[in-house]
């Protein structure tokens, strides 16, 4: 277990503040995983061992999964998940202005 200095100790999703933490093979029981959400103690690990902006879509995903749970959709659709974390990276890479800072009114 080890903090990232690319990425930050702690991700915010929903108002909630989750710790964000970059582990060597990571494994959830026997499955090799790339990003594990566990909501009930708000970490979300991720697999070390990926490039940066492998992590960084993974995050997106976990993310995106979270958003769902949190809203009550538990029972989502992995296909849209993953639709949804590439697509909203891509679109956020093309266009700077979607990444206005929040202190800017
Ligand atoms: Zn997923």
Redesign the pocket.
């Given at each position: 277990m080890m903090s990232n200095k690319k990425f930050p100790e702690t991700i915010q999703i929903g108002g909630l503040d989750y710790d964000l933490l970059f582990i060597h093979n990571l494994f959830d029981g026997d499955t090799k995983l790339n990003?594990h959400m566990e909501s009930h103690i708000a970490r979300l690990s991720v697999e070390d061992g990926l490039p940066d902006s492998v992590k960084r879509v993974v995050i997106w995903?976990?993310i995106?999964?979270e958003i769902l749970d949190q809203a009550g959709h538990s029972d989502h659709d992995?296909a849209h998940?993953?639709a949804l974390?590439y697509g909203i990276m891509a679109v956020l890479k093309h266009n700077d202005f979607l990444r206005q800072q929040s202190n800017v009114v």
């Open positions: 990003g995903h976990e995106i999964h992995e998940v993953m974390g």
